[in-house]
C-alpha cells in the first residue's frame, strides 16, 4: 500500500487502442507457475518502472520506506562498476526537482501494473503526450477515456514534460543497463523465486485464502519485485489483483516476500478502521494518514497470530528490522516489541482486531 495517496486504477485493456511505437524489446518472463489463485511472478517492465521511481525519490526516513533503502545506492555502485551513465542519470536533477514539487506523480507508480508490458505501457504515455492531456484529440472514445485517467495523474502540461522525458530516460536506462542487469538478477535469484513460490502454494496462499476471499482478494498475481523491501504495492491490475513484494536474494529469505504481501493484504482492512475510528479534523490535519504505516504492520500481524501462527514471530523480526530495530524494547517478545515500535491509539488497534474476527468469523 502507498500510504497517503490515492491508487491509481485504468479500467481500459489499451492494447487495442494504441499505435506501434517503438520500443526496446523485453526479455521472456522467467517464470509463471500454472496455477491458479495467487500466482508468484516476475515483471520486467514493473521493474523498470519502479527503478525510475526509487532511484528518483528523495531519502526516506518513514516509518517503512516506499522502497528498499540501500536500493539507489546498490545501483549507482553498479552502474559506476560497469562505467555506465544514462539518459536517467543525465536527467535526474531536472526530473527530480519536478515529481519532488508534484505529490501526485507518485501515483504513477501504479500504472505499471495496469499494462501487460512495456511496449503497452509506452504506447500509452505516448498517445497520451502526443494528445497534450486532451481528450478531445483522441482518434477514439476509449483512446479518451484512457487520456482522461492519465490526466488525472499528470494533471498539467508540465506534469506531462515529466512523463515524457521519464519514459525516454528510461528507454536509455534499460538499453544499457536494466535489461541485462535484470536477467542477471533473474538468474541469480530463481532459487529464491522458486522456494516463495512453494512456501506460498503448500503453505500460506490455503492459510489464507478465506481471508483473501472475503476481502474481495480470491486470486491475482504476486510479484516478486526488485526494488522494494517493506513497503509492499498492491493495485488492480488488467488481469485483477496485483501485490508488488520484495524479491528475496536467497532461498533462506524467502518468506521475507510473503511477510510484505500479508502486509499488503490488510490494507482495505486498515482503511476502514481507520477512517471510522478518527475524527474530520484528524483526517484534515493529516494525523489519520500518519497511522496508516503502524496499523498496517501491526494489521498483517494480527491477520499471522489467527491464520499462520508460527510465522507471526519472523514477521515481527522482518518489520523491527525495517524499521531500524526496537529501541526500548529489550528482553520483550517479538510481538511485543512489534507493539511498541509501531504503536497506535487503542481505539484503533481493537478496530482492528475487531475487524479481522468478523472478517474470519466461522474459521
Known amino acids: 500500500m502507498l500510504r497517503t495517496f490515492a491508487r491509481f486504477s485504468l479500467t481500459l485493456a489499451v492494447a487495442p487502442l494504441l499505435s506501434a511505437v517503438a520500443a526496446p524489446a523485453l526479455a521472456q518472463e522467467p517464470y509463471a507457475p500454472p496455477a491458479r489463485g495467487w500466482l508468484v511472478k516476475s515483471r520486467e517492465h514493473v521493474d523498470l518502472w519502479l527503478h525510475g521511481f526509487a532511484l528518483l525519490s528523495p531519502p526516506d526516513s518513514a516509518l517503512v520506506p516506499l522502497f528498499a533503502p540501500d536500493y539507489r545506492d546498490a545501483i549507482v555502485v553498479t552502474k559506476n562498476g560497469r562505467n555506465i551513465l544514462t539518459a536517467l542519470d543525465a536527467n535526474a536533477d531536472s526530473l527530480r526537482a519536478r515529481y519532488a514539487r508534484s505529490p501526485q506523480l507518485l501515483q504513477a507508480q501504479f500504472l505499471a501494473f495496469r499494462f501487460a508490458d512495456w511496449k503497452e505501457l509506452t504506447q500509452a504515455i505516448d498517445l497520451f503526450v502526443r494528445a497534450e492531456g486532451e481528450p478531445r484529440r483522441a482518434p477514439s472514445r476509449e483512446a479518451a477515456a484512457l487520456i482522461a485517467e492519465l490526466g488525472s495523474v499528470f494533471t498539467s502540461a508540465r506534469d506531462r514534460d515529466w512523463v515524457r522525458l521519464f519514459v525516454e530516460s528510461l528507454r536509455d536506462e534499460d538499453t544499457r543497463f536494466h ?8 538468474a541469480s535469484r530463481r532459487l529464491a523465486l522458486l522456494r516463495a513460490d512453494s512456501l506460498w502454494t503448500t503453505t500460506w496462499q490455503p492459510a489464507l485464502a478465506r481471508y483473501l476471499s472475503r476481502t474481495q482478494q480470491r486470486s491475482g498475481d504476486l510479484l516478486l519485485t526488485l526494488s522494494l523491501a517493506g513497503e509492499g504495492r498492491a493495485a488492480q ?18 518468506a521475507v516476500a510473503l511477510y510484505v504481501a500479508a502486509h499488503e493484504a490488510v490494507g482495505s482492512l486498515v482503511g476502514g478502521a481507520i477512517a471510522d475510528n478518527t475524527t474530520p479534523a484528524e483526517q484534515r490535519s493529516g494525523t489519520a494518514a500518519r497511522y496508516v504505516a503502524a496499523a498496517q504492520v501491526i494489521a498483517g500481524y494480527e491477520l499471522l497470530t489467527r491464520l499462520l501462527p508460527g510465522t507471526a514471530d519472523g514477521y515481527a523480526r ?3 528490522g525495517v524499521r531500524g530495530g526496537a529501541a526500548g524494547t529489550a528482553g520483550a517478545s517479538p ?14 488497534l481493537e478496530a482492528i482486531r475487531r475487524q479481522l474476527d468478523i472478517t474470519l468469523g466461522g474459521i
Not at 535489461?179 to 533473474?186: D, F, H, N, T, V
Not at 510481538?335 to 484503533?348: D, K, T, Y
Request: aromatic share 14%; glycine share 10%.
Open 179 to 186: 535489461a541485462a542487469w535484470w536477467r542477471e538478477q533473474q
Open 237 to 254: 491490475g488488467r488481469g485483477g489483483a496485483v501485490i508488488a513484494v520484495p524479491f528475496p536474494e536467497t532461498p533462506d529469505d524467502a
Open 318 to 320: 522482518y518489520y523491527l
Open 335 to 348: 510481538g511485543a516489541a512489534l507493539a511498541q515500535a509501531f504503536a497506535l491509539p487503542p481505539v484503533i
